[in-house]
T-cell receptor, first 114, second 116 residues
Framework: AQSVTQLGSHVSVSEGALVLLRCNYS??????LFWYVQYPNQGLQLLLK??????LVKGINGFEAEFKKSETSFHLTKPSAHMSDAAEYFC????????????FGSGTQLTVLP | NAGVTQTPKFRVLKTGQSMTLLCAQD?????MYWYRQDPGMGLRLIHY???????AKGEVPDGYNVSRLKKQNFLLGLESAAPSQTSVYFC???????????????FGAGSRLTVL
C-alpha cells in the first residue's frame, strides 16, 4: 500500500520569503512522486515529478523538490515567494506506474502575504 | 489546445435526480479518470478507464457509474443523487506510464455539483 502525508493544511509566508511545503510518503517499492498546483477555480497542473533520474527535481515557476529516501520525503521549496504562488498544492505518489495507484495528499493551501 | 474539457461547470440537483457529467480530451490519451475533491480530503478516485470500452472502480465508486464508448470521452453518471455527492468533480487523462513509468495526469477545470 502507498500513502502520502502533507504536513500543514495551511501555510502562510511573506512575499519574498522561502516557501517550504512538506510531503512524506509511504511505499514498499520505489515510488514516482509528483507535486501538482491548483489555482482558484481551476484544475490541477503538474509542477514537477520525480522518476528516479535525479533526486533534486526542478519544476515550473521556480519550484523544486528533493527526494530523500532515508527520510521518505519529497518537500517542495521555492527560494522567494511571489503573490502569484498563492494556491493549493498537492503531493502525489504513484507506485509501479499503475493507472489506479496514484494517491494524492490532502493538500496544503499556500497564502502569500504582502 | 483544449486539453481536457468538462461539462457542465456547475449544476444544482435535488435529491434523487439523475445527471451525467461529460469529459472530453483531445490528446489521444489512453487513460481517463474521475475524481472528487472535498475539503481536507484531497482527491479521491471514483472510477477510471485504461482504454476505450473499459472501466474500473476506484476508491469511492458507490453511487456512480461511468462509460467510455469513445476513446476521447468519459462520462460520469449519478443515477439517484444524494447530498453526500455534493462535491467538485475533476476529470483527468494520461498517456499511461510511458517510458519513464510516471503516470502524469492532465486535469479538466472541474464541475461543481450541489445536491439539495
Amino acid at each position: 500500500a502507498q500513502s502520502v502525508t502533507q504536513l500543514g493544511s495551511h501555510v502562510s509566508v511573506s512575499e519574498g520569503a522561502l516557501v517550504l511545503l512538506r510531503c512524506n510518503y509511504s511505499s514498499s517499492v520505489p515510488p514516482y512522486l509528483f507535486w501538482y498546483v491548483q489555482y482558484p477555480n481551476q484544475g490541477l497542473q503538474l509542477l514537477l515529478k520525480y522518476t528516479s533520474a535525479a533526486t533534486l527535481v526542478k519544476g515550473i515557476n521556480g519550484f523544486e523538490a528533493e527526494f530523500k529516501k532515508s527520510e521518505t520525503s519529497f518537500h517542495l521549496t521555492k527560494p522567494s515567494a511571489h503573490m502569484s504562488d498563492a494556491a493549493e498544492y498537492f503531493c502525489a505518489v504513484n507506485v509501479g506506474g499503475s493507472a489506479r495507484q496514484l494517491t494524492f495528499g490532502s493538500g496544503t493551501q499556500l497564502t502569500v502575504l504582502p | 489546445n483544449a486539453g481536457v474539457t468538462q461539462t457542465p461547470k456547475f449544476r444544482v440537483l435535488k435529491t434523487g435526480q439523475s445527471m451525467t457529467l461529460l469529459c472530453a480530451q483531445d490528446m489521444n490519451h489512453e487513460y481517463m479518470y474521475w475524481y472528487r475533491q472535498d475539503p481536507g480530503m484531497g482527491l479521491r478516485l471514483i472510477h477510471y478507464s485504461v482504454g476505450e470500452g473499459t472501466t474500473a472502480k476506484g476508491e469511492v465508486p458507490d453511487g456512480y457509474n461511468v462509460s467510455r464508448l469513445k476513446k476521447q470521452n468519459f462520462l460520469l453518471g449519478l443515477e439517484s443523487a444524494a447530498p453526500s455527492q455534493t462535491s467538485v468533480y475533476f476529470c483527468a487523462s494520461s498517456l499511461g506510464t510511458g517510458n519513464t513509468g510516471a503516470n502524469v495526469l492532465t486535469f479538466g477545470a472541474g464541475s461543481r455539483l450541489t445536491v439539495l
